[in-house]
T-cell receptor, first 116, second 111 residues
Framework: NAGVMQNPRHLVRRRGQEARLRCSPM?????VYWYRQLPEEGLKFMVY????????ESGMPKERFSAEFPKEGPSILRIQQVVRGDSAAYFC??????????????FGEGSRLTVL | GENVEQHPSTLSVQEGDSAVIKCTYS??????FPWYKQELGKRPQLIID?????GEKKDQRIAVTLNKTAKHFSLHITETQPEDSAVYFC??????????FGTGTSLTVIP
């Protein structure tokens, strides 16, 4: 059973370009979360998705950032017109439960975005 | 929304000593409290968790305690070893399945 797969592991973009980060959850998991981690900082929640639905995007910047989790294929975090402040590690995590019986989050290895 | 605070931000202990990391949360609806360990450049990984119907849980050298009344929970690592050096994150999860993380504690175990 493969774990959470993220790609690319490292991505370099110039200011103004677009960054697309992909996440395939663990098999059988239908809940996906994206977190951003700045150097020497904690994990900041961005968005929580289920298949074809955004459940909570309260942590997403209002502009330039979007996320989706289509019926088929991986979840994608898209950052348009990147700026240097977007440089960070972006972690995806998946879970297989909801409600009171919450389950463990399984993290991917992260995608490290560097904006030149 | 939930607010999770974590202390201390850095912690150094001598090998063999104990380490304690504390977290507080704000939302009384939170019912699941995991702890994650993140080694440098690696993914966070679950090391122990506790649910709101339990006050304490232990797994070998690691234990977690939960005080629901005071809304705080703690991680205890006994007989620390150099390989325990990492960043530790606490988290709180509420019924709608949102996970809120603390800001992390960088633990250094000095040989």
């Amino acid at each position: 059973n493969a774990g959470v797969m993220q790609n690319p592991r490292h991505l370099v973009r110039r200011r103004g370009q677009e960054a697309r980060l992909r996440c395939s959850p663990m098999k059988g998991h239908s809940h996906v979360y994206w977190y951003r981690q700045l150097p020497e900082e904690g994990l900041k929640f961005m968005v929580y998705l289920q298949k074809e639905n955004i459940i909570d995007e309260s942590g997403m910047p209002k502009e330039r950032f979007s996320a989706e989790f289509p019926k088929e294929g991986p979840s994608i975090l898209r950052i348009q017109q990147v700026v240097r402040g977007d440089s960070a590690a972006y972690f995806c995590a998946s879970s297989n439960r909801r409600g009171a019986d919450t389950g463990e989050l399984f993290f991917g290895e992260g995608s490290r975005l560097t904006v030149l | 929304g939930e607010n999770v605070e974590q202390h201390p931000s850095t912690l150094s202990v001598q090998e063999g000593d104990s380490a304690v990391i504390k977290c507080t949360y704000s939302d009384s609806a939170s019912n699941y409290f995991p702890w994650y360990k993140q080694e440098l450049g690696k993914r966070p990984q679950l090391i122990i968790d506790i649910r709101s119907n339990v006050g304490e849980k232990k797994d070998q050298r690691i234990a977690v305690t939960l005080n629901k009344t005071a809304k705080h929970f703690s991680l205890h690592i006994t007989e620390t070893q150099p390989e325990d050096s990492a960043v530790y994150f606490c988290a709180a999860s509420i019924i709608r399945n949102q996970f809120y993380f603390g800001t992390g504690t960088s633990l250094t175990v000095i040989p």
